[in-house]
């Protein structure tokens, strides 16, 4: 059986808004649902394991709050990527949430962990800020994942919508162009997802479902 690794901040602390923050929760249940009713296993990776942290719950969504309730043991004790063997798993979806600007960019065994399944044939992929995970990512031959790719994440737009734009540490989707990736997007906050080969990224939460949809796809189990 096909199994995904989402991959999870571990960051918890909005810059110094006083705000906490961790990982989206809607960008891994909707995803979840995807992979689970299309037979796949799903697991959890966080960058310094543990509990991981959570973010945007929202008591009216029922398919996240029915995830946390069924994955609440696991979310609260990740492996750390160093635990893992690459060879387990066919996709690593880096979820979003905020924290993720901090901790992704600097997460080396996750970072390595994506990139050995990548070059094992597996897919790997991103939503919202979940691509930040993806800037630390280099493959065998030296080159960043994200070069010459079309890639889509939160887009500097979007952070300005939020008010978020002097908050956070960089802009993630100024940050992929200067890896060398293709930007792509739509609207703001609208559903936008894309997969060029077996890198598949997504814009926003609204998107975090299609971007499972485009995994399945590229991993021809659809």
């Known amino acids: 059986m096909p199994t995904v690794l989402f991959a999870l901040t571990s960051h918890d602390t909005l810059g110094d808004t006083g705000r906490r923050t961790g990982f989206y929760v809607s960008e891994v249940a909707h995803p979840a649902e995807v992979f689970r009713a299309a ?49 387990d798993y ?15 960019p600097h997460a080396a065994d996750l970072a390595a962990l994506a990139a050995a399944v990548y070059e094992n044939g597996g897919v790997v992929a991103a939503v919202c800020h979940g691509p930040a995970g993806l800037l630390p ?19 500097n737009e979007e952070e300005a919508a939020v008010g ?5 540490p960089f802009l993630l989707e100024s940050a992929l ?17 894309v997969a ?8 926003n939460p609204a998107s975090a479902a299609k971007v499972a949809e485009l995994v399945l796809r590229q ?3 659809d």
């Open 39 to 87: 037979g796949w296993d799903i697991a959890f990776v966080s960058v310094r394991g543990g509990a991981a942290p959570q973010d945007g719950v929202k008591e009216e969504d029922i398919v996240s709050t029915s995830f946390l309730l069924e994955h609440a043991e696991s979310l609260a004790a990740t492996s750390t990527a160093a635990e893992l063997d690459a060879d």
């Open 90 to 104: 066919d996709a690593v979806y880096f979820a979003g949430g905020h924290g993720t600007m901090w901790d992704f």
């Open 137 to 155: 990512v280099t493959l065998s031959n030296g080159d960043p994942l994200v070069s010459g790719k079309r890639v889509s994440s939160f887009t």
């Open 164 to 168: 978020l734009t002097g908050t956070v």
């Open 177 to 193: 162009a200067e890896r060398g990736a293709l930007i792509t997007k739509g609207d703001t906050f609208a559903e936008y997802a």
């Open 196 to 203: 060029d080969g077996r890198l598949v990224t997504g814009q």
């Open 219 to 221: 991993a021809g189990t």
